[in-house]
């Protein structure tokens, strides 16, 4: 786990970079060995679309098509999944919280990507 110190509001870009690769690393290798054709960002703020709440914040978004929907699509762009550094800073003020949010955060977007919706993420406890 990362060893950033100080408040969580001062963590470095550098940092939290950090902390989303640990958590990329703690996906099982017969999963991550899945992960072909997906890019992972960490970007400031999520933008709303022009429909959604303009207060909408999202600690992380899986834009893509999810596996379990690919049949017959020979070629894709790649999927993107994003993690959103401002939101997450802002709503966690301990660090291990932080850390350990921005782990949750990163699992879910993945699973996305293997097709798992959110209902069967909060029934596995990734809430």
């Known amino acids: 786990m990362s060893t950033a110190e100080g408040p969580p509001d001062q963590m470095s870009e550098d940092e939290f970079d950090q902390v989303v690769t640990e958590a990329l690393d703690r996906i099982p290798p017969e999963l991550a060995d899945r992960l ?18 303009p207060d909408t914040e999202l600690f992380g978004l899986y834009d893509g098509i999810p596996l379990t929907e690919r049949a017959g699509m020979p070629w894709q762009m790649p999927d993107r999944i994003i993690i959103y550094r401002g939101p997450l800073l802002r709503a966690f003020q301990d660090r291990d919280e932080l850390i350990e ?18 209902e069967r993420l909060h029934e596995l406890g990734w809430d």
Not at 36 to 53: G, H, I, K, L, R
Not at 101 to 107: A, M, R, Y
């Open 36 to 53: 072909s054709n997906v890019a992972v960002f960490v970007e400031e703020e999520y933008e709303p679309e022009p429909w959604e709440d």
């Open 101 to 118: 949010e921005i782990t949750v955060t990163v699992i879910h977007e993945v699973a996305h990507f293997f097709g798992i919706d959110d």
